[in-house]
């Protein structure tokens, strides 16, 4: 595991037998930016066709991907299983990028791998940055949120909590700084997104999940948070969203001739107050630590 210095990051991937429509393209994103790819595959398949995808990865032609199959219990353990193979690495890795399957990067994640990572103090313990969250359809967000991206190794790290897992045992502080990539997850059909949260709530979340009336008002009971995207998508991704967008083409029209009939002036004036408030506090992040970070704010 090695790169043309002795500076290296490993990425653990967790994937199932659900269908996974932007893992081509998000291993496609982070390819410059991982020297392996540690993935825990939970599918239960003989080779499933997301092995398929990460067996006709850059990752796979170079040797560089490991997979290890275990059977799913929730997702602290599935987080746990994914990382649990880096401890054996000789040498350890430098950083670990910790990345969904539905996660795309812009070309900025080589940059922060390759030249911000190596230039942090030694008490940083993670990097963080920003994802648009897009929901329904490429067209609509709920928010800008802050997650952690890389994490400095350490055999010490686990996971905990059976949904909505978080990372404990981090030694450090978090460097934060101003970029943005695409979290696609919620681009899903309904019945998809409904069979997600049952998961969920069958593992203890307590998120109350209203009962529906129609397919879309999983979507629609939402309409408060969404609000318009106007940016452009990572070029990566580009082909695959052109094909989700016509394979869906009547669920998409519906999902955006509803979110806008729902919304209400004062829904569209909190939604730009909070767009403003976002982009001021992505922004500032530039203020804070000067010279840390060169480049555009959001993925391409």
């Not at 991907?65 to 890795?93: C, G, K, T």
């Not at 990539?181 to 409904?194: D, I, K, P, R, T």
Request: net charge positive; charged share 20%; glycine share 6%.
């Amino acid at each position: 595991m090695s790169n043309s210095s002795s500076f290296t990051i490993a990425c653990v991937l967790c994937v199932g037998a659900a269908p996974e429509p932007y893992l081509a393209p998000m291993l496609a994103s982070i390819r410059e930016a991982v020297d392996l790819l540690v993935v825990n595959d939970n599918s239960g398949s003989t080779r499933s066709d997301n092995v398929a995808i990460l067996e006709a990865s850059a990752f796979a032609e170079r040797g560089a991907l490991r997979i290890h199959e275990n059977p799913f219990v929730d997702f602290a353990d599935m987080r746990n299983r994914a990382y649990a193979p880096l401890l054996a690495l000789e040498p350890s890795p430098d950083w670990v990028l910790f990345i969904d399957a539905d996660e795309i990067h812009g070309e900025q994640i080589s940059y922060l791998a390759r030249d911000v990572l190596p230039r942090l103090e030694p008490g940083a313990a993670r990097l963080d940055a920003y994802t648009y969250h897009f929901f329904g359809t490429f067209g609509w967000i709920t928010d800008i949120a802050r997650r952690s991206v890389f994490y400095r190794f350490d055999p010490q790290l686990r996971w905990v909590n059976a949904v909505h897992e978080i990372p404990t045992a981090l030694r450090g502080k978090a460097a934060v700084v101003p970029y943005i990539y695409h979290h696609y997850g919620n681009v899903v059909q309904a019945s998809v997104l409904a069979e997600k949260h049952q998961r969920y709530t069958a593992l203890g979340d307590p998120t109350p999940r209203p009962a529906r009336a129609a397919p879309n008002e999983i979507f629609f009971e939402q309409v408060g948070r969404v609000r318009p995207y106007r940016g452009r998508h990572p070029r990566v991704a580009r082909a695959t969203i052109d094909e989700l967008e016509h394979r869906n083409a009547i669920e998409f029209a519906a999902l955006d001739a509803g979110f806008r009939a729902r919304r209400t002036p004062g829904m569209r004036l909190g939604a730009g107050f909070q767009s403003l408030n976002e982009s001021v506090r992505v922004g500032l992040r530039l203020a804070q630590r000067p010279g840390l970070y060169r480049a555009p704010i959001v993925g391409r």
